[in-house]
């Protein structure tokens, strides 16, 4: 008698997986930054691109690309603008569907701004059979704000946090006013980034220029 096999089994063996759970984390940042998010295994990787910016309210303001498996995938036709003899080749992101990742404990890199280097770490936590198949991605959870755009790299973030600790620092007034005012590095809201990420496909669509502020107590 042939042993029955379990239903999830039979399921992965006949009906391709539907979602992708997703860890991304940037690089380099202690505490780490972090979000876990669901996204439709039908979408590309250009599609995981905009996911990503929504995710951590990254304004896409600059270039961009992922790294697997010693492959360089972007939009490549930007990139090949911005190219020089001696550059590996960028392939079309949009060829590559996040349900042809196959495997355990896979991981890839995306990068975002050539000039700060904000690299991410992207693990592919589990392949999902949701009911009813998910039309957006979601955020489920996450961990502390995104450095600041433009603040300069790791480097330019670290010193960012020493002024904006320090009141008496000369350069707080500028920096503080710079950033909007304010900025928690531990600053995480589900709900706004999950409303963003509702949106993430939308054209135009507008980010927020600076972290919200937090609302005053009422006595």
């Not at 704000?145 to 330019?156: F, H, K, S, Y």
């Not at 993430?200 to 507008?206: D, E, N, Q």
Request: hydrophobic share 40%; charged share 25%; proline share 8%.
């Amino acid at each position: 008698m042939t042993p029955e096999l379990p239903a999830a089994l039979l399921a992965f063996m006949f009906v391709p997986p539907n979602a992708i759970q997703l860890r991304v984390s940037i690089d380099g940042i202690d505490p780490p930054v972090w979000r876990r998010l669901v996204v439709p295994a039908a979408w590309d990787l250009a599609q995981l691109h905009l996911v990503i910016q929504a995710a951590f309210n990254w304004w896409n303001y600059h270039l961009h690309e992922f790294q697997i498996g010693g492959l360089r995938y972007g939009d490549a036709a930007l990139s090949d603008e911005g190219s020089v003899d001696g550059d590996l080749r960028v392939f079309d992101e949009r060829e590559i569907r996040l349900r042809d990742f196959r495997g355990d404990a896979i991981s890839f890199a995306y990068l975002y701004d050539f000039g700060d280097d904000w690299h991410h770490t992207i693990e592919i936590e589990d392949m999902l059979f949701l009911d009813p198949a998910p039309l957006h991605a979601t955020c489920i959870d996450g961990a502390r704000a995104r450095p600041p755009e433009d603040v300069g790299g790791i480097p330019g973030y670290e010193q960012f946090l020493d002024v904006i600790a320090d009141p008496k620092h000369p350069e707080y007034k500028e920096t503080n006013r710079w950033c909007g005012g304010h900025f928690d590095p531990e600053w995480f809201d589900l709900a706004m980034v999950s409303k963003d990420m509702r949106g993430a496909l939308k054209p135009g669509v507008k980010r927020r220029l600076h972290q919200p502020k937090p609302r005053k107590s009422v006595t």
